[in-house]
């Protein structure tokens, strides 16, 4: 089986989740596991994959990066080689694994509908900053997608809509233009994942603001900034339950077998869906109890009595 990971970018789950939880049911099952990451690199996604394919693939079981994706799925399948899309989206590929993307946008968007409740603010009235994951991502347009079924729905409006992009520090930096922008005036933030919220909370704190802002991964930070009340929640999508859906894909596929779907992509790719978790505070301990998460990380000093009063130990 191989693997193409794409970047170990800190703040991201593919190193600490999903590369032990994918080797550990593979080579469980039997399988020999080639895991390797393109490190935020399509060029070197593509050298990865002539790599693999040189070597000789039963599968490949790809996460696409800047659509790097597609062209590697064009050459596995003319080698005969099944392509199953992980995580995100892929051209051509056989079947798409991937937690049910609509639904943590409807999860992201009732965290900003349910901060500003709890806030006692007007949604409709409310001044709202959208971000969203990178359109390259074809699972960011679904995240986003997902959210806006809910906000819309509940009469909110986007004050003002920032560019797309899954990197931290751009994200920070497209934040401090909204901020600015809409003249310092910020009720919540829709954002797409808790590597762009820690960037975008780092703003809020140092103009000493607490707002609604939305996540996703279960990231040590984002766990933290729950816990500490500058984030609503995030959306807890257990690696495990993904590796095992893509291991029961591989099965059938390696078998020669058609692994049955209820639900496809609008291209009609097979899609085989997992259903994700929301967090608020309560439920950290939870993340920790799955073992997908370390007390220990999540409960430094200034996290501490945070953790105390919600139970993470």
Same mark, same amino acid.
Not at 13 to 39: H, K
Not at 52 to 60: F, P, W
Not at 197 to 210: G, V
Not at 251 to 258: M, N, P, R, S, Y
């Given at each position: 089986?191989?693997?193409? $990971?794409?970047?170990?970018?800190?703040?991201?789950? =593919?190193?600490?989740?999903?590369?032990?939880?994918?080797? *550990? +049911?593979?080579?469980?099952?039997?399988?020999?596991?080639?895991?390797?990451?393109?490190? @935020?690199? /399509? +060029?070197?996604?593509? /050298?990865?994959?002539?790599?693999? &394919?040189?070597?000789?693939?039963?599968? %490949?079981?790809?996460?696409?990066?800047?659509?790097?994706?597609?062209?590697?799925?064009?050459?596995?399948?003319?080698?005969?080689?099944?392509?199953?899309?992980?995580?995100?989206?892929?051209?051509?590929?056989?079947?798409?694994?991937?937690?049910?993307?609509?639904?943590?946008?409807?999860?992201?968007?009732? %965290? #900003?509908?349910?901060? $500003? !409740?709890? +806030?006692?603010?007007? #949604? /409709?009235?409310?001044?709202? #900053?959208?971000?969203?994951?990178?359109?390259?991502?074809?699972?960011?347009? %679904?995240?986003?997608?997902?959210?806006? *079924?809910?906000?819309?729905?509940?009469?909110?409006? !986007? !004050?003002?809509? %920032?560019?797309?992009? =899954?990197?931290?520090?751009? +994200?920070?930096?497209?934040?401090?233009?909204?901020?600015?922008?809409?003249?310092?005036?910020?009720?919540?933030?829709?954002?797409?994942?808790?590597?762009?919220?820690?960037?975008?909370?780092?703003?809020?704190?140092?103009?000493? &603001?607490?707002?609604?802002?939305?996540?996703?991964?279960? @990231?040590?930070?984002?766990?933290?900034?729950? &816990?500490?009340?500058?984030?609503?929640? /995030?959306?807890?999508?257990?690696?495990? $339950?993904?590796?095992?859906?893509?291991? !029961?894909? #591989?099965?059938?596929? $390696?078998?020669?077998?058609?692994?049955?779907?209820?639900?496809?992509?609008?291209?009609?790719?097979?899609?085989?869906?997992?259903?994700?978790?929301?967090?608020?505070?309560?439920?950290?301990?939870?993340?920790?109890?799955?073992?997908?998460?370390?007390?220990?990380?999540?409960?430094?000093?200034?996290?501490?009595?945070?953790?105390?009063?919600?139970?993470?130990?």
């Amino acid at each position: 089986a191989c693997v193409i $990971l794409p970047d170990a970018d800190s703040g991201t789950r =593919w190193e600490p989740g999903d590369r032990p939880a994918l080797e *550990s +049911a593979l080579t469980a099952a039997g399988y020999e596991a080639d895991i390797q990451n393109a490190q @935020s690199d /399509t +060029a070197k996604y593509a /050298t990865i994959a002539d790599q693999q &394919l040189s070597k000789g693939c039963g599968v %490949m079981i790809l996460v696409d990066y800047q659509g790097a994706g597609a062209s590697v799925t064009e050459k596995a399948k003319a080698q005969g080689i099944p392509v199953i899309a992980y995580d995100r989206p892929i051209a051509g590929a056989d079947y798409y694994v991937s937690f049910d993307n609509e639904v943590v946008g409807q999860m992201q968007g009732q %965290m #900003i509908v349910d901060g $500003l !409740a709890a +806030a006692g603010k007007d #949604i /409709t009235k409310a001044s709202i #900053i959208y971000s969203s994951g990178d359109p390259a991502d074809g699972n960011a347009a %679904m995240f986003l997608k997902g959210a806006l *079924s809910v906000l819309d729905a509940a009469g909110a409006k !986007a !004050a003002f809509t %920032m560019e797309g992009t =899954w990197d931290g520090a751009k +994200a920070g930096t497209l934040f401090e233009q909204a901020f600015t922008a809409v003249k310092g005036k910020v009720d919540a933030v829709l954002a797409p994942n808790d590597n762009n919220a820690a960037s975008i909370i780092a703003i809020l704190d140092k103009n000493k &603001l607490t707002v609604p802002v939305s996540g996703q991964d279960a @990231s040590v930070a984002g766990l933290q900034n729950v &816990l500490l009340g500058k984030q609503t929640a /995030t959306v807890y999508k257990p690696f495990q $339950l993904e590796v095992a859906a893509a291991l !029961a894909v #591989i099965k059938e596929v $390696l078998a020669g077998k058609t692994y049955a779907t209820d639900k496809t992509l609008d291209d009609g790719t097979p899609y085989v869906h997992v259903d994700p978790v929301s967090v608020g505070a309560d439920k950290v301990k939870d993340v920790v109890a799955d073992g997908n998460a370390a007390a220990a990380d999540i409960c430094t000093a200034a996290v501490a009595a945070a953790c105390e009063k919600y139970g993470v130990k």
